[in-house]
């Protein structure tokens, strides 16, 4: 079964820190860009990162830029975002996806979506 699985959400305090993995099974991200999406209560989902897949180009929407990091683990098949110094506003379902490109930032399409994982910022 091709999927890929989001986890490492949760509730945390704002100013704290979750890093949220994305795992991919029956296939390989070595030849695709990742993406990480966000869709908080009541507004549409917006891509808050992505990564190349060689890992060595980055995007972070502004929102996040100098708080959040991307980064990836081919060997374990794994997209990671680090999430530090959170904030309420961070609140959402976040999923990460497959793009066909190998390239980030990208228009590629992304075609292998998570199931998301709940990030809940609150005190």
């Known amino acids: 079964q091709l999927r890929l699985v989001e986890s490492g959400g949760g509730l945390v305090q704002p100013g704290g820190s979750l890093r949220l993995s994305c795992a991919a099974s029956g296939f390989t991200l070595d030849n695709n860009a990742v993406g990480w999406f966000r869709q908080a209560p009541g507004k549409e989902r917006e891509g808050i990162s992505c990564?190349?897949?060689?890992?060595?180009?980055?995007y972070f929407v502004d929102s996040v830029k100098g708080r959040f990091t991307i980064s990836r683990d081919n060997a374990k098949n794994t997209v990671y975002l680090q999430m530090n110094s959170l904030k309420p506003d961070d609140t959402g379902i976040y999923f990460c996806?497959?793009?066909?490109?190998?390239?980030?930032?990208?228009?590629?399409?992304?075609?292998?979506w998570g199931q998301g994982t709940q990030v809940t910022v609150s005190s």
């Open positions: 996806a497959r793009n066909r490109d190998v390239f980030c930032p990208t228009r590629g399409e992304y075609d292998y």
């Open positions: 990564i190349s897949s060689s890992g060595e180009n980055t």
